[in-house]
């Protein structure tokens, strides 16, 4: 996933990216003299090329002069996105500190080019009805949800803040008449580092789209258009992406 921003960094500024660790970097960006690190897991940068790729339109059409909470919003791929897109606020929630630090660097050089407040918290997710007193007119929940426990649970902590519209990306089982939705647990020698969840339980979701639909329904949302990647692309990436309004 590449972001573009139409600015020149300093020699200062570019060895400033280049010291950040680069797994920090979820999302590339890049600059009209450089571009930021990538991430050493190539296939993760190609499966965020394909999620912005599906999703960019939603959030175009969805974001102009609303307010926009951006759950595991990582280095801040999508909330700049949102943000360029004529969003008047975004706020992105984010376990890793190292990875808010990474947002907030490319948000300073691009904050004078855009009339959007924009920030980042430290949170988690089972816990987002407590940060924030109103709600917001959009959610994008584009990843991570698959990995929580509880899913019923933070859909409907998602749910208490969203005025209008959820756009959601996370996993499935690939169609075949014998798959059934399972969660895989990771032990904790196995977790990702910085994956704090796993005091909440950690693994990885693998939801049926009826499971997913019935989810969603259960947490206050309807269903607006759902996608997934093409056919013979769904072994690699084996994703549902759902646009919802408030039930």
Known sequence: MVVRIDIDLSTR???????????SWFTSFEF?????PVHPNHSLAVNNEMKQE?????IANSVKGKRVLDLFSANGG???IA??????????????????????????????KLDTKIEFIEGDVYD?????DEPFDVVMCLGGLYHIAD???VLRQIRSLTKERLILQTTQVLPLPLNRARFVV????QTDIGMTSIRRGYGTWYYSPSCLRELLWHGGFKIIEERRPPLLKRRRFPWYLAHCECL
């Open 78 to 80: 999508f909330s700049i």
């Open 186 to 189: 990771r032990r904790e020698d």
């Open 151 to 153: 899913p019923a649970y």
């Open 54 to 58: 599906m999703v960019s339109d939603w």
């Open 83 to 112: 943000a360029l897109a004529g969003a008047k606020e975004v706020i992105g929630v984010e376990f890793s500190q190292e990875r808010i630090q990474c947002a907030e660097f490319v948000v300073d050089k691009v904050r004078s």
């Open 128 to 132: 987002i009805d407590k940060y924030f």
């Open 32 to 36: 009209k003299n450089s571009k930021s």
């Open 13 to 23: 500024e570019i060895e400033e990216m280049a010291a950040i660790p680069p797994t």
